[in-house]
């Protein structure tokens, strides 16, 4: 582990293809949001520092199907209630498709192929600084309450936390009634707590009645079909073989439904949770951050689950309640996952690790005015190895094999219908050169993975097994 330097104080960005100037938005007069959208609200002074922060973290949520980002069915109450009272970000982008990378970038402001946690073989390195690392080295009591599977500690990614309690994919039943014990006896000091879940992966099969909640006018499904692990596995692997599968759109319909009730059964759970963050006052004293690692594909792009750059998968629900709620406001410049470490060390008044790669967002937090439109960047080993960059409207996909390129307007063909590479080819040459220049930039700071990884142990290749990730 690297020591947190007092000369990596002042948040920084090491890319200066993340934030964009305005002579680069006038050329080829590509269509971009200027100034950030802030919303309604007026600038001022962050929280005080130190404070408590709780992460609520959602495996596998997609944005697009909660209320506050536009969806028809009513899955989210609660969580559409929680973002009315926050720097609610519209626009925010996962660095990969899959848990591995994608969590170690939130929890270490790193990109994926800089911090290499990407395959089964990976870990963590040791002299990567995790957001609990940095707090802890800050005075603040550390707590993570996970679901199992890549969270485990043996991949790395619990350095820092004093309490990192593993619940074996038990999900929020498990969960919830330890994290709020945890809350109530630690509720007056200065804490980082974390809440982990799989409860919206597959398989799909949410508790009654949230397994029936969305199923009116629904068709039945194909008989024998279920939306196990392993049956939208088979379909997901099956593009690999001489007989890919195809789900009719009754068995997606049904799929999606359950998925949709999980989501249901999530909100639920987090409704209890917030009252216990209020009545135990924490509603007033702390920074509460609700967001997903990547979202999940049902056949917009051919597949299941999640493994491609698409926005269904990398557009993720993301949320920062400052507390006593001030100064909620929609956001609708593009951010990333990858900022929320820097965030919240600042918020903290902690000094940053030296080398992170995300950008702090307390100016759009505040109502300050940002550096200028910002890019963000994701990055799948998958189909060859691809590339994607958001910015402004657009989001550009790179195949790294073979070099094809799709290009679209991410903000009205939000499931990414229509590719207008062909048609928009000044466009395209600013979002592959911001592509390339990230690139170049991540390729100079890769951090030391020369050390063997510690073996899996069979109760983690099991649960691994059953969420579809090992055969």
Known sequence: MRDVGADARRPRCRFPCRTVGRAALCTAAVTVACAAALGCGRAGPPPPRPHPIIIVDVDTLRADHLGCYGYQRPTSP?????????????????????????QTSILTGLYPSTHGMVFDEDRVPDEVVTLAEALAGHGFTTAGFHDGGYMREVFGIGQGFATYDNNHGQGLKAIGPKAESWLREHADENFLLLIHTYDAHTPYAPPPPFDTIFMDGVPAPTPGFEPTTKQMNEVRLSKFTNHPLTLPPNDVAYAMALYDGEIRYVDEWFGGFWKVVCDLGLDRRATVVFLSDHGEEFQEHGSVMHEKLYATVTHIPFMIRLPGGRLARRVDAVVESVDLMPTLLELAGAPLPAGIQGSSLVPFLTGRPAAGPHAAFSESPFFGRSRAVAFGDHHLLLNMKTGATELYDVRNDPLEQDDIAASKPPVLEIMAGLLHSWEEEVASSTVDRSGEPAPLDEETLEQLRQLGYVQ
């Open 78 to 102: 609660h969580i559409d209630a929680f973002a009315r009272e926050a720097v609610f970000f519209g626009w925010a982008f996962s660095q990969a498709p899959n848990t591995p990378p994608s």
